[in-house]
């Protein structure tokens, strides 16, 4: 069993900077590569990031490369999303999630999920 939580979401005006964290619990963090996806108000859920295990290997949504940067920690069992140069956009609930199997962009391959962490941003 993996528990996920996250947090540091908040309200941030446009422009401004989150830094979002999810702590993870049971298996072997290390092992596994995480991503991260929103979901905005009557949208559907959507990739933002993923890093693989190693860490050596990072992936975007082009609507936030260049300005969103996921790290990890493996000796912390923690992953972070650093969201920088924010947008209205942006707002949506936030979720970690670890990879079990599959294409790092698909929530199907995802197989433990946070509770999420509210992100807005306002204009």
């Known amino acids: 069993q993996v528990h996920l939580v996250e947090s540091g979401g908040g309200l941030v005006q446009a422009g401004g900077s989150l830094k979002l964290t999810c702590a993870a619990s049971?298996?072997?963090?290390?092992?596994?590569?995480m991503g991260w996806f929103r979901q905005a108000p009557g949208k559907e859920r959507e990739f933002v990031s993923a890093?693989?295990?190693?860490?050596?290997?990072?992936y975007y949504a082009d609507s936030v490369k260049t300005r969103f940067t996921i790290s990890r920690d493996n000796a912390k069992s923690t992953v972070y999303l650093q969201m920088n140069s924010l947008k209205p956009e942006d707002t949506a609930v936030y979720y970690c999630?670890?990879?079990?199997?599959?294409?790092?962009?698909?929530?199907?391959?995802?197989?433990?999920w946070g509770q999420g962490t509210q992100v807005t941003v306002s204009s």
């Open positions: 890093i693989l295990w190693s860490g050596g290997s990072t």
């Open positions: 049971g298996r072997t963090f290390s092992t596994y590569s």
């Open positions: 999630a670890q990879l079990y199997s599959g294409p790092y962009y698909s929530q199907a391959s995802y197989g433990y």
